[in-house]
């Protein structure tokens, strides 16, 4: 334990180095300091939009369809990986050598597991809810239910938290237990599972979607209905392209390394593993903003509740029966 406390101390303080070029206690606090503040700003901005997303979906009436209830299982995976793990690597990351530093390891480890697993899968099952939605228009009522929507937050959850136990668990004699990557088959597995491929399924996906939303955008032109309803799943699929390119750069470095490390007896630097594994918890912090950008529902759904206007009676009006786009 001490040996490993030395070790990440010391690997904290050569990236102060590298990073500020000067030696010292002043650097090396100022870099520590550096690194909170981003954590804390990251830790907070997570916590407000996937919040701002929750309760939206959940207040307003408009909101309530299959796809936002995948999209609901998706923010509150995002906002618990802001309360319940960012706030951990603060600590560790502050007080590598705290009598509670192996036991906290083991915490952070298993809800990051857990919530970043959900993350990825929740965003798989979106995928497959938009092909049927978008590709299989006539048989969407009857595959893509509230019952079968229900079954994939379940699933995904369980898959999760199995998953997160067998990593973080499964192993007789842990080594390193704070070190942000375990380099075992296992992890390689996990990759393979929660990264490889739910990402070439939803690639795949994403293009038989978009060649459909190109079929249907040619042969519409009569029904006024038909257009608006066209427009939303161009909306859909948008969303769905920009939530996929910032889940493949937000994850791909730090899965790409995962599987790679096994096989090159630790060639990546633990400071540069730490970096890749910031940038996968930062996509929790990017999809609140992603469905604000292309969707008008959710901007001025954020806009009624940071303006306080939630509470008062028209909100409540709106989130029952009229559009609230049409009071703005």
Known sequence: MREQCYNMVQSSKTISLMTNGANGSNSHVSFMLAIDIIL???????VSGNLLVIISIVYFRQLHTLTNYLVLSLAVSDLLVGLM????????????CSPLHGVLCRVRGFFDGILCLASILSLYCICVERYYAVCQPLTYQTKITPRVISGMIFVTWIVALTLSFVLNFGEKKPKERCAVVQVLKLSVVAAVIVFYIPFVVMLTLYMKILLAVRRQARSIHTANLSEGVNRVEKKATLTLAMVICVFFISWAPFSICVTYLP??????????????????????????????????????????????KIFTEIAIFVSERQSFLELE
């Open 85 to 96: 793990v960012l706030p951990f690597v603060i600590f560790l990351f502050t007080t590598p």
């Open 40 to 46: 804390a700003v990251l830790t907070f901005v997570t």
């Open 263 to 308: 096989f090159h007896h630790f060639s990546v630097p633990l400071p540069v593993m730490e970096a890749f594994k910031f940038l996968g918890w930062l996509n929790s912090m990017f999809n609140p903003f992603i469905y604000a950008y292309t969707h008008s529902w959710f901007r001025s759904a954020f806009r009624f509740i940071l303006t306080g």
